[in-house]
């Protein structure tokens, strides 16, 4: 599975867009981009996944570029319960059969 | 519905002990993978099964092991544990049905090993 880049944390306003990017510049042609979120003292929690067509959900949009080479996973009104690590994951899919490679993802922080 | 459980929920063993660690999965999801999330770090696959059967295994010795059961529950056993096995044992399950089933993840099991 291709690897992925995400820088190690980020703070966003309360109330504002929270934009969290994410390079995976070796994906091939049949590997999906999956979000999943670890708040605090819990497990994950699946978010978004897309293949090559923004996706949305009543959680988040997630904007994939054309060559495939990046994507941004977008939280449109941050709140509070939003400070979580958000870990970009890149996979063939498999039936939920997924051995899912997580990195060290991004830490948000969403400021009151 | 009730969601995926993991017991204990903290653990405290001695190096060298053996330790099992329990998962049930959610309702109707008959496949669960196991990770491993020391602190500081993304959670690492250890193994997954599916229906009874190993389904792939990550990099981890064979002192970690497995099973499920036919209501696809799930353990993960340890033995010889060393210190650096501290950590939160993460088990997910999946229903399998697209093929793009989310994985579900319980709340983990904090193993401290002295």
């Given amino acids: 599975d291709a690897k992925t880049t995400q820088p190690p944390s980020m703070d966003c306003a309360e109330g504002r867009a929270a934009n969290l990017p994410c390079n995976h510049s070796t994906i091939s042609g049949n590997e999906y981009v999956y979000w999943y979120r670890q708040i605090h003292s819990q497990g994950p929690q699946y978010i978004i996944h897309g293949l090559k067509n923004n996706e949305t959900n009543e959680m988040a949009s997630l904007i994939i570029t054309e060559d495939r080479k990046s994507s941004t996973l977008i939280l449109p009104h941050a ?5 979580a690590v958000y870990y970009c994951i890149v996979s063939r899919p498999n039936f939920g059969n997924e051995k ?6 991004t830490r948000l922080t969403i400021i009151p | 519905e009730t969601g995926v459980t993991q017991s ?14 329990r998962c049930s999965s959610q309702s109707g999801h008959n496949t669960v993978s196991w990770y491993q999330q020391a602190l500081g770090q993304g959670p690492q696959f250890i193994f997954q099964y599916y229906r009874e ?6 990099n ?14 799930s ?3 340890v033995n010889a544990l060393e210190l650096d096995d501290s950590a939160l044992y993460l088990c997910a399950s999946s229903p399998n049905s697209g093929r793009n089933s989310e994985q579900y993840f319980g709340p983990g099991t904090r193993l401290t090993v002295t």
């Fill in chain 2, 75 to 77: 353990e993960l056993n």
């Fill in chain 1, 100 to 105: 899912l490679t997580f990195g060290t993802g």
């Fill in chain 2, 8 to 21: 204990p929920t903290h653990l405290i063993k001695t190096r060298g002990q053996q330790v099992t660690l």
């Fill in chain 2, 60 to 73: 981890f010795p064979p002192r970690f092991s497995g099973l499920q059961f036919p209501n696809y529950s």
């Fill in chain 1, 79 to 83: 709140t509070l319960r939003d400070t």
């Fill in chain 2, 53 to 58: 059967e190993e389904n792939g295994r990550g």
